[in-house]
């Protein structure tokens, strides 16, 4: 069982790590994803930093389960959050994929660790 709460903490880590620090950047394409969404980049610098915290505390989980449990949960609303936009923004449910999938790993993260 500490396998899979240790590849259902590194995985998402490592995707919600770079992109949130290309949020926090403001990268071009960040922006543009941005402006599609009808968000302003300081706000997607926000979403960003979440993202970032989230990953970290995901890790930091590993050692502290309540702090992985609570960042797992933050980043499901998140993610969850974040299928709702590119729903209500027009984008195909395939655009939304994505962030589904990722709600259900921090979804999954969190049961693995509370069952530890």
Same mark, same amino acid.
């Given at each position: 069982?500490?396998?899979?709460?240790?590849?259902?903490?590194?995985?998402?880590?490592?995707?919600?790590?770079?992109?949130?620090?290309?949020?926090?950047?403001?990268l *071009?394409?960040?922006?543009?994803?941005?402006?599609?969404?009808?968000?302003? *980049?300081?706000?997607?610098?926000?979403?960003?930093?979440?993202?970032?915290?989230?990953?970290?505390?995901?890790?930091?989980g590993?050692?502290?389960?309540?702090?992985?449990?609570?960042?797992?949960?933050?980043?499901?609303?998140?993610?969850?959050?974040?299928?709702?936009?590119?729903?209500?923004?027009?984008?195909?449910?395939?655009?939304?994929?994505?962030?589904?999938?990722?709600?259900?790993?921090?979804?999954?993260?969190?049961?693995?660790?509370a069952?530890?």
């Amino acid at each position: 069982m500490r396998t899979a709460q240790i590849t259902t903490a590194v995985e998402p880590a490592l995707i919600f790590l770079p992109l949130g620090l290309a949020k926090i950047a403001a990268l *071009p394409l960040m922006r543009e994803a941005a402006v599609h969404l009808g968000m302003s *980049p300081a706000f997607y610098r926000v979403v960003g930093t979440l993202e970032v915290a989230g990953g970290a505390g995901l890790l930091l989980g590993l050692s502290a389960s309540a702090l992985g449990v609570a960042a797992a949960t933050g980043l499901a609303l998140l993610m969850a959050g974040a299928a709702v936009v590119h729903l209500c923004n027009g984008d195909p449910a395939v655009r939304a994929l994505p962030a589904v999938v990722l709600a259900l790993a921090a979804v999954a993260y969190a049961a693995l660790s509370a069952m530890v």
